[in-house]
């Protein structure tokens, strides 16, 4: 305040000075009415103008202060000249100063040091590190919700087998039933070890996905600091990025090429999959990690995963592939895995050299077993005591490995899903469509553990009923919206809220929403795609399986499901899965007989029509009649075209449908279902053999025959082949059609 005084007083005489001087040469100022404060208030004007401002006076006489107070938490614009800074605008931001002057900060603060830059950008590279690996170690049907109840990945995860073999050390010798030993399967790890650009093929749930974010966890682990070694065969230092190519395909189908050429194609795809990678960092709450990211890429230093090329739509997988090839030439990349479904593996998806493709196999006996005691051991002390692990770890695993169930524990996305059907009910169901039902039920109910903000929505989904048939009318929008599409099965959002908004599920559009959106982050029976992680643009179930159930189920239990079953009869075999489970599911789940009889009748109706339709109404009439069987159908009398008659109707028909010119796959369908409901054309009093006069077999008559190996035409006969001779039989019966045990 002082000093500001001082400034003050020697203005004030300057000012006198000036209005001296002016007066000598203007003396008549002072006859003027007010003159003499006219002249000082000029002077006073005239110096503050032409000469230093007040702030520049103070600096002047005191000198400049080296650390000016400030005034912490100041919002300011900061901004440069047009010579400085002409193309950027005003930026808002946070400084410690108060000396602004035409929006130009005068003390602004000091740029951060280099330690600093360094110490965020490992923050930022530890954020990455560890959010990659919590979703990485997230199961896929376990809530997402990070509760200490859920079991993670690397507590239960099997290493899993290709169905390549390694190459034998020397030649093979026979054993005692005269088959070669077979070669031990190369694992995947081992695939990876060997292949540094990897395609992993598998089936559906058969593990891929798991395998590559098993993976991409341990290496997150090694750069964390948490794990001392990394796979074989993979550097410990290649940042692991994860790349979900659906995802990426939703952003490129906006893009239009049909104008560039070769070079210009190639750049702008590049450019797209890499702002969609960099932008897929912000699922990690790692934006500021970009730079590192995109360097880490031009160094080449990545071990790059594009995810499900199978889950690209089929008329956006050329372009994905070739976003992907063009991402792989303009970086230099060491490693890069892709995971697809193998039937989708075809034309346009196909990657040339230098990758290289390995089938994932299903799981073993031994791998059974391993899961099964994993999943029990990784809740040791937490739930159960060590004999508790014991004896639920051998009743899993000798229930998943029943010949009824051993299609679906071979699966590793199946078996996770019967470890918490086991869990939850002590023992497993041996019919399938049990199975799904109950583990979807576990799936659904499970939410009721976690409130929602509304209470009509914690209402739906404790009601079994209502929240069953919502999932089910979803799964059949979605299986109807895969036909034609290689079948994928997506379901719109828009689409699904339609749905919902419906009276007879939640009858309110933002319960609709909120009800989707739970779906998605806790159960894990609907996983969004596109869009935003709040909100996903598309919809699907995490296993096909999930969907043909529950499509099957809806269908079968409309009022009008007789017509609606003529209906997708009409659109080959599609429908097929979904129509038996939806039956299995009236039969062992509801045991709804009479339902399932009236169906049965009304798709083999009395009129015959020969139609593709007909034939496979035909077909899922049997497949009824099959699941009924005979004894329950004949004590049906209500119907006179019913009961036998009915039974010998089918019968014939489906007899009679092999005997067309139909395709294979419909004919082998129709022989199944004979078979499953009792082939006329075998003898149930002679162990089914044919009904023909030699029940049958064919006469060979006595003869010669050439026995044994002959050194010079096979360098692989053994001893005891030795020497071919001819043998003379008798005449013997041999059957007429070949049965395989396999």
């Given amino acids: 305040m002082r000093k500001f005084v001082t400034t003050l007083l020697v203005l004030l005489i300057l000012t ?21 404060l006219l002249l000082i208030s000029g002077a006073f004007v005239t110096i503050t103008k032409l000469g230093p401002s007040i702030k520049d006076w103070k600096e002047l006489i005191f000198g400049k202060e080296e650390n000016p107070k400030s005034d912490p938490g100041v919002s300011l614009k900061q901004t440069g000249d047009n010579n400085r800074a002409a193309n950027h605008d005003y930026i808002e931001k946070q400084v ?31 954020t990455y590190l560890k959010n990659l690996r919590r979703k990485c170690l997230d199961l896929p049907l376990t809530p997402v919700g990070g509760s200490d109840e859920d ?5 239960v995860y099997v290493n899993l087998d290709t169905t390549d073999r390694e190459e034998a050390q020397k030649k093979s010798k026979k054993d005692t039933q005269g088959r070669p030993d077979e070669n031990p399967p190369i694992s995947a790890l081992k695939a990876l070890e060997k292949k540094p650009y990897l395609v992993i093929l598998g089936d559906p749930g058969s593990g891929k996905s798991a395998f590559v974010r098993y993976v991409f966890a341990r290496q997150a682990s090694v750069l964390l600091g948490d794990e001392k070694e990394p796979y074989p065969g993979i550097d410990p230092s290649l940042l692991p990025v994860l790349v979900n190519l659906r995802d990426l395909a939703q952003d490129l189908k906006n893009l239009d090429l049909s104008a560039c050429s070769g070079d210009v194609r190639s750049q702008r795809l590049t450019l797209s999959a890499l702002d969609f990678i960099l932008k897929s960092l912000q699922d990690y709450q790692a934006l500021p990690f970009k730079p590192s990211l995109e360097k880490a890429l031009e160094d080449g230093n990545c071990l790059l995963a594009f995810d499900g090329l199978d889950e690209v739509p089929q008329d956006l997988r050329l372009c994905t592939r070739q976003a992907v090839g063009a991402v792989l030439k303009a970086y230099k990349l060491k490693r890069v895995i892709v995971t697809c479904r193998i039937r989708s593996y075809v034309n ?28 029990y051991q990784s809740q040791l002390t ?49 019919q399938k469509v049990v199975l799904y039902k109950k583990t979807i039920e576990m799936l659904l109910l499970r939410w009721q553990k976690h409130k929602s903000d509304e209470e009509s929505l914690d209402r739906f989904i404790k009601d079994e009923n209502r929240i069953f048939a919502a999932m089910e009318r979803l799964a059949y929008e979605a299986h109807t919206a895969g036909k034609g599409k290689d079948k994928e099965a997506d379901l719109e959002r828009g689409i699904a809220l339609g749905i919902l908004e419906q009276k007879e599920y939640l009858g309110d559009p933002g319960l609709a929403g909120k009800f989707l959106d739970y779906v998605d982050l806790r159960a894990g029976l609907l996983v969004g795609r596109g869009g935003d992680i ?56 509801h045991r709804a007989f009479d339902k399932l009889i009236d169906l049965a009748y009304s798709l083999c109706p009395v009129n015959e029509k020969d139609s593709d339709t007909a034939k496979r109404a035909l077909i899922w009439s049997g497949l009824i009649a099959a699941l009924l069987g005979q004894d329950e159908i004949l004590m049906d009398d209500l119907d006179p075209d019913g009961g036998k008659s009915y039974l010998e109707r089918v019968l014939q028909r489906l007899q009679t449908l092999m005997l067309n010119d139909i395709s294979v796959p419909l004919r082998v369908e129709a022989g199944n279902t004979l078979s499953s409901l009792g082939d006329l054309r075998f003898n149930p009093d002679f162990y089914f053999l044919p009904c023909d006069g030699n029940l049958g077999f064919i006469h060979i008559p006595a003869g010669p025959f050439l026995m044994g190996s002959d050194k010079s035409k096979d ?12 043998v003379t039989l008798k005449e013997y019966w041999i059957a007429k059609y070949p049965v395989t045990v396999a």
Avoid at 27 to 33: D, G, S, T
Avoid at 566 to 586: K, P, R
Avoid at 715 to 726: G, I, K, V
Wanted: charged share 25%; with cysteine.
């Fill in 534 to 589: 709040l909100h996903p643009s598309q919809y699907s179930f995490p296993h096909r399986t999930f969907q043909e159930y529950l499509a099957g189920c809806y269908v079968l239990r409309l009022r009008n499901a007789r017509t609606k079953l003529f209906e997708l009869a009409s659109e080959g075999d599609y429908w097929n899965v979904a129509v038996q489970m939806g039956a299995e599911d009236l039969y062992y789940n």
């Fill in 16 to 36: 006198i000075i000036v209005a001296y001087i002016s007066l000598s040469f203007f003396p008549e100022w002072l006859k003027l009415p007010g003159g003499v």
């Fill in 348 to 375: 346009e998806a196909v990657f040339s050299s230098p990758f290289q493709s390995v089938t994932l196999a299903s799981l073993d006996k031994e791998k059974i077993e391993h899961f099964c005691k994993l999943w």
């Fill in 715 to 726: 360098s692989l006969a053994q001893d005891d082949e030795l020497p071919q001779h001819t």
């Fill in 151 to 155: 079991i993670t990945l690397d507590q």
């Fill in 96 to 126: 410690h100063g108060d000396y602004v002057e035409n929006k130009v900060i005068v003390n602004p603060p000091p740029p951060p040091s280099k330690e600093e830059k360094l110490a965020e950008e490992a923050d930022t590279r530890l």
């Fill in 382 to 430: 937490r739930r159960f005591t060590q004999e508790q692990v014991n004896v639920k770890s051998s009743d899993f695993s000798q229930a998943a490995q029943d010949s009824d169930l051993r299609d679906l524990s071979a699966n590793p996305l199946m078996l996770t899903a019967m470890a918490l059907v086991h869990q939850k009910e002590t023992k497993l169901p041996k």
